[in-house]
């Protein structure tokens, strides 16, 4: 069993959804991500996903590309990303890691050595925006034969037509995309979350996480209803960005002032089937 | 890498020129993008859209552009003779009407009501923006606060025509933002909104689609060239930032073996320095904005910002089928400085009395810099691909000149 599967049956023995964070590796230094990062699971995180920073996040809202920037100026790349989740893998061996990204620093990277060393790292996950299914001769199907699962999104404007395309090579979780849109802009009415979440369950066994526009612990609560986990992303970027200084290095605050954000975000879940 | 039988069957159904192109892109898009090939499809089935098409082309583009001998400018050079064609005479002054005609003619089969686009000189947000105004489409242009800044006259012209101009302060700032924030217009406008695209780039079937409205470029050149000389040219030369351009004057000869063809990118300040936009001579593989072709990056797949002194070829990649040309040798892809192109924007203006966009003066100095040697049969065809109107505050800054 993958640290994935392993994590949602869990999750389904304790009868709750589960919390997947996002946050930009490296922002806004390389040294508070680390500590953010190895805070994460007792803050509630049940799933990490980090970011790979990239400097045209064509899919992303202003928090996110920000921080995509912040963590370049900072000097970040996929071969530090990779040996930061190595050096929080020899402190966690179960909380599961998804890297989140564009196509072009793996692609530059090399895909082979980039799944060799991402799987060396601990790596559980790979969701890679700019991917469809139309190209996964690329990367999603040399990843899940190195048994690194490739996550894809489903999003309101796929239709029950294009659907089995998504899934079919999709592993791991299912990561519903809740609007139609960038990162961190609107959210989805609670209502048309649950059609979708009927929806796709319906066409698969995988787990599904809903995000895109969760920003509080009574919206993550709303989606840990009807969902197998809530993702919160921009949200929490935001409040690193909120403790910066003026020249954009992080407040002495920033690691506890983030990780209580994310208790909140927990006990939101946690309780939502109370 | 063996040659193929022909150079003019691409893209593959999945978008693909050998290892270029492709469909990159968000999940959100994909439904879109498959739309936008389904009804360009139909589209070219009906005997009706190309009649369209060759109505808008002759009463309001003014097609046939010319084939103008320039008698001066050869025997200036004293070698090989040379023809321009006159792409600067087009309605609103550049190739570009060619495709936004194309475009919003299928934006509209598809019953699409409102167009985004993303423009770095101008020149594609003007025409598309002429386009808008001519068919009654709301129109929103994505331009960044830098080009803004040093393209006024078009941002002016534009917004006369009725578009609203979205200023980009993300990023760099520059045409990769705007396109950027294009795509992230149209991912949040899925229902409504048509993305035309500017050039030859793009996920499929942008790059093909755009090649084939600006083939009436080289299928004119080559009647028009049989009409003057009883022959095909030999040379063909054009400027390269995305690649529009030069694939619609390129590409009707790509299976002709004698007609030899060079595209022009844009050394800036000198690839050496880093200061430049030729992503061919200069970048490497990598995949951005939808399809992969060659890009300028860091060895770490960061996109680097070009440079050049025309705004138009200020982008860091190329039209993925320029990318597979390159690499299957068939075009020959050399590099102009900002320097080089000046002295040849120059130079046809005083001896043609043509001011040439800063664009197409990157191709004029290369043609330069090869007539000399060429023998006097020699034909060569560069493409005026547009007028320079819109960069003489550019050239009268560079004198110290505040127009």
Redesign the interface.
């Known amino acids: 069993m993958s640290r994935i599967e392993e994590r949602f049956a869990a999750l389904k023995r304790e009868g709750r959804a589960g919390l997947v964070t996002y946050f930009t590796c490296g922002d806004p230094d390389a040294e508070s991500f680390a500590r953010i990062l190895e805070g994460l699971p007792e803050a509630g995180a049940d799933v990490i996903e980090v970011g790979i920073p990239?400097?045209?996040?064509?899919?992303d809202?202003?928090a996110i590309?920000a921080a995509s920037?912040r963590a370049?100026r900072a000097g970040m790349?996929?071969?530090t990303v990779l040996a930061i989740t190595k050096t929080f893998r020899t402190k966690d061996d179960t909380t599961p890691i998804v890297l989140m990204g564009?196509?072009?620093?793996?692609?530059?990277?090399g895909v082979d050595r980039f799944l060799v060393d991402a799987k060396a790292a601990g790596v559980d996950g790979l969701i890679v925006?700019?991917?469809?299914p139309?190209?996964d001769d690329e990367l999603c199907l040399p990843a899940q034969k190195v048994g690194i699962d490739f996550i894809?999104?489903?999003?309101?404007?796929?239709?029950d037509k294009?659907l089995p395309k998504?899934l079919s090579n999709t592993t791991g979780f299912l990561y519903y995309?809740a609007v139609?849109?960038?990162t961190g802009?609107k959210s989805a009415a609670a209502g048309a979350i649950d059609t979708a979440v009927t929806r796709l369950k319906k066409h698969t066994k995988l787990p599904v996480a809903v995000g895109f526009g969760i920003r509080t612990p009574e919206q993550a609560a709303a989606v840990a209803r009807v969902a197998d986990a809530a993702v919160v992303g921009s949200a929490l970027v935001e409040r690193v960005a909120l403790s910066l200084d003026k020249d954009d290095k992080a407040k002495p605050d920033l690691v506890s002032a983030v990780l209580d954000d994310v208790h909140a975000l927990s006990r939101g879940v946690k309780g939502a089937r109370a | 890498m063996s040659s193929p039988n022909t150079y003019r069957s691409g893209p593959n159904e999945r978008g693909l020129f050998g290892l270029f192109g492709g469909r990159f892109v968000a999940e959100t898009l994909m439904p879109l993008i498959l739309q936008v090939e389904e009804a360009y499809d139909a589209a070219k089935r009906d005997p009706s859209f190309a009649k369209d098409m060759a109505y808008y082309f002759e009463h309001y583009v003014g097609r046939p552009s010319p084939l103008y001998f320039a008698q001066r400018t050869t025997e200036e050079f004293g070698g090989a003779k040379v023809y321009l064609k006159r792409e600067d005479l087009n309605h609103t002054g550049a190739h570009k009407i060619n495709n936004t005609i194309g475009q919003i003619l299928l934006a509209r089969r598809m019953g699409k009501r409102r167009i985004i686009a993303e423009t770095g000189a101008g020149q594609h947000g003007v025409a598309t923006a002429t386009v808008c105004a001519l068919f009654n489409i709301p129109c929103v242009v994505y331009m960044g606060a830098t080009d803004i800044e040093r393209q006024k006259p078009n941002v002016f012209r534009m917004r006369l025509l009725g578009a609203e101009v979205r200023s980009v302060h993300s990023g760099t700032a520059t045409l990769k933002d705007a396109m950027n924030d294009a795509l992230r217009d149209w991912v949040a406008n899925v229902e409504d909104t048509y993305y035309l695209i500017g050039t030859v780039a793009g996920p499929h079937p942008y790059p093909a689609m755009v090649r084939d409205f600006q083939n009436v470029i080289g299928d004119e050149t080559k009647k028009q060239m049989q009409k003057a000389e009883g022959r095909l040219p030999d040379t063909l030369v054009a400027a390269i930032g995305g690649g529009s351009n030069a694939m619609g004057l390129f590409h009707p000869f790509l299976d002709d073996p004698s007609v030899k063809m060079i595209g022009v990118e844009a050394a800036g300040h000198g690839i050496s320095t880093g200061k430049h936009a030729a992503s061919l001579n200069g970048g490497l593989p990598g995949v951005l904005h939808g399809n992969r072709t060659y890009l300028l990056q860091t060895p770490d797949g960061q996109i680097i910002d070009a440079h050049s002194i025309s705004a138009g070829l200020d982008y860091p990649g190329i039209g993925p089928e320029h990318a597979w040309l390159f690499d299957s040798k068939r075009v020959d892809y050399v590099a102009i400085t900002d320097d080089e192109a000046l002295e040849a924007f120059h130079l046809l203006t005083r001896l043609e009395g043509i001011i040439p966009a800063l664009e197409s003066a990157h191709a004029l100095a290369h043609v330069k810099k090869i007539a000399p040697h060429l023998p006097k049969d020699h034909l060569i065809v560069a493409n005026l691909s547009g007028r320079g109107d819109k960069d003489i505050n550019t050239v009268a800054a560079l004198q110290g000149i505040q127009l």
Do not use: C, W
Request: no cysteine.
């Open positions: 990239f400097s045209d996040p064509m899919a809202g202003p590309q920037l370049l790349n996929l071969k564009y196509y072009n620093p793996i692609y530059s990277y925006v700019d991917l469809p139309e190209h894809r999104l489903a999003t309101p404007t796929t239709d294009r998504v995309v139609a849109g960038v802009t």
